[in-house]
């Protein structure tokens, strides 16, 4: 498949917003890349969650979400989205599951 970098970006911001979606929701997919997003007609489709772990109680939660998050900036890098996979990753679960942990 080829996109153009408008096209990319937008797919990509997508994923994001959906990868942030299920993390507040307390699921890290476990095994995302390319091969589990589907796409057809400029809309992404996430499959195969037979990997989910939850953010809360599993310790290896953290870094299972950075590399799918890692993975996802690969992928949209050779259609020109730039973005630190890192970066991204540490400030989603500050927003969706550090924020739990220090409520009452």
């Not at 809360?56 to 992928?75: K, T």
């Not at 730039?82 to 969706?96: F, K, P, S, T, V």
């Amino acid at each position: 498949m080829e996109l153009d970098a408008a096209e990319a970006r937008t797919l990509f911001d997508h994923l994001l917003w959906n990868i942030g979606l299920m993390l507040a929701q307390g699921g890290v997919h476990g095994d995302l890349s390319a091969y589990n997003v589907l796409y057809w007609q400029g809309e992404i489709t996430l499959i195969d969650f037979p990997q989910v772990v939850d953010p809360q109680s599993n310790p290896d939660a953290r870094s299972i979400f950075r590399r799918d998050v890692e993975r996802v900036c690969q992928y949209f890098a050779r259609y020109g989205v730039r973005a630190d996979g890192r970066r991204l990753a540490n400030e989603l679960w500050q927003q969706c599951v550090a924020r739990k942990e220090t409520l009452p």
